[in-house]
């Protein structure tokens, strides 16, 4: 099983430049979280999706949008980079009360 | 509302000696709790979790930890540290609505172990 993929790995952006980190799982898993990562802040919750056609905010999310497209994929969009957008983002996905699983991470730079 | 507190950002032991990594929460309802793991520059990798089973819950590579309610603390043990357990440890909470929807996950900031030979 291939779990949960984000693409692309690597990213770089000129700030005013748009983007979307994309994300699938395989795992007919209800809910989908997009997560940044900041050296000593842990994982931040962006937004996420507690079922197909249903999205909320978490603790950071401006200057994001999401879109749940199908119950396999959940997308982040960002419209104009800003350099504060720099950053490691994760997806992730869960069923139920289970354990999350993860994407490898997107490592962002915004210049 | 949810959220995790570790309690110590960076903890540092000698090889072969115990590690103690402490998380506390705060939940309205029936929390599930987790400690993930990251290597650097690595993703994260589940080490063990609490779904309202054991109170005592045993992991991968030898570590475990004990839920204990009246504490609300889920702190992260292990009898004997190896050089390999390095890394970066995460204490997240998941909480489940009373109307039984799937919550957010949240957070801890993260606790940096360091082994020294």
């Known amino acids: 099983n291939a779990g949960v993929t984000q693409t692309p790995k690597f990213q770089v952006l000129k700030t005013g430049q748009s983007m979307t980190l994309q994300c699938a799982q395989d795992?007919?898993?209800?809910?989908m979280y997009w997560y940044r990562q900041d050296p000593g802040m842990g994982l931040r919750l962006i937004y996420y999706?507690?079922?197909?056609?249903?999205?909320d905010k978490g603790e950071v999310p401006n200057g994001y949008n999401v879109s749940r497209l199908n119950k396999r994929e959940f997308s982040l969009r960002l419209e104009s980079a800003a350099p504060s957008q720099t950053s490691v983002y994760f997806c992730a996905s869960t069923w139920g009360r289970t354990e999350a699983f993860f994407g490898q991470g997107t490592r962002l730079t915004v210049v | 509302a949810q959220s995790v507190t570790q309690l110590d950002s960076h903890v540092s032991v000698s090889e072969g000696t115990p590690v103690l990594l402490r998380c506390n929460y705060s939940?309205?309802?029936?929390?599930?709790l987790f400690w993930y793991v990251q290597h650097p520059n690595k993703g994260l990798q589940l080490l063990l979790k609490y779904t309202s089973a054991a109170t005592l819950v045993k992991g991968i590579n030898g570590f475990e930890a004990e839920f204990k309610k009246s504490e609300t603390s889920f702190h992260l043990t292990k009898p004997s540290a190896h050089m390999s357990d390095a890394a970066e440890y995460f204490c997240v909470v998941s909480e489940q609505d009373y109307g039984g929807s799937q919550g957010n996950l949240i957070f801890g900031k993260g606790t940096k172990l360091s082994v020294k030979p």
């Open positions: 999706s507690a079922s197909e056609g249903t999205t």
């Open positions: 795992m007919n898993h209800n809910s």
């Open positions: 939940s309205s309802y029936s929390p599930s």
